[in-house]
């Protein structure tokens, strides 16, 4: 059993050494989905995720996958690819379409977890200047690319990507890297894609070090 947390008391989570290693990362259960609980969270690690049949479920992984801005990787392909020009970027212009792109299913997945009461809720960390979305435009201003996360600190935490044609997450992300606002950008979980532009993994203990060093 995971401890579930009371939506009408204080906000408190448990430590993540008790989140469990199987499935990777699962902390507790409850609360709610506003900026208190959301802020409180994502200081400590801790990110909500599950679907629209379930309650809140709250995950703390281990090990983290993380990207350190001084190690995003701009591969041969990717920099021939920027050379052409062929898209623009822009911050925040569309925070909420983003997140819609986001939600849309993937080859092969029946739904996503980006429920409309997510995409309301990270909305409103949006209008409070804690979430931040980079929007990837063609040359005929279709908006082909996107990415959102969570900004505290000099700590972006990633939460989704999308790409309608060829590199334009790829190209956001470089944006975001390049805008030198962050010291550490979470992508908590690993894939191949992301280890490929420079993500690594790191320990429960060392992320935490650093949210403390970077959030504060």
């Known amino acids: 059993m995971i401890p579930w947390l009371d939506p009408d008391l204080p906000v408190q989570f448990p430590e993540t050494r008790f989140a469990k ?7 507790a259960a409850g609360g709610k ?26 995950w703390s992984p281990a090990p983290r ?21 062929l898209y623009h970027i822009t911050t925040d212009q569309r925070f909420s379409e983003v997140m819609q ?14 429920s409309p009461d997510m995409i ?10 804690l979430a931040h979305s ?15 996360g969570v900004s505290i600190g000099q700590v972006f935490y990633g939460e989704s990507m999308f ?8 190209c956001c992300l470089k944006a975001l890297v390049d805008s030198n606002a962050y010291q550490l950008i979470d992508c908590q979980m690993n894939t191949d894609h992301l280890v490929n532009m420079g993500a690594i993994d790191i320990q429960r203990e060392e992320f935490e070090s650093l949210l403390m060093k970077y959030t504060t």
Not at 101 to 114: F, K, L, M, V
Not at 135 to 144: K, L
Not at 163 to 170: E, G, P, T
């Open 163 to 170: 790409s309608h044609a060829n590199n334009a997450s790829k």
């Open 65 to 85: 996958t993380v990207l350190f801005p001084d190690n995003f990787k701009l591969n041969r392909s990717l920099r021939k690819f920027l050379r052409k020009d």
């Open 33 to 58: 989905l506003n900026i208190e609980w959301l802020t409180e969270a994502y200081k400590h690690g801790i990110f909500p995720w599950f679907n629209e049949d379930e309650p809140i479920l709250w």
């Open 101 to 114: 792109a986001c939600s849309e299913p993937r080859d092969g997945q029946p739904g996503s977890w980006i």
């Open 120 to 129: 309301k809720a990270y909305t409103e960390l949006f209008h409070a200047g």
């Open 21 to 27: 290693p199987d499935p990777n990362g699962l902390l």
């Open 134 to 148: 980079y929007e990837c435009w063609n040359d005929e201003n279709v908006m082909v690319g996107g990415l959102y």
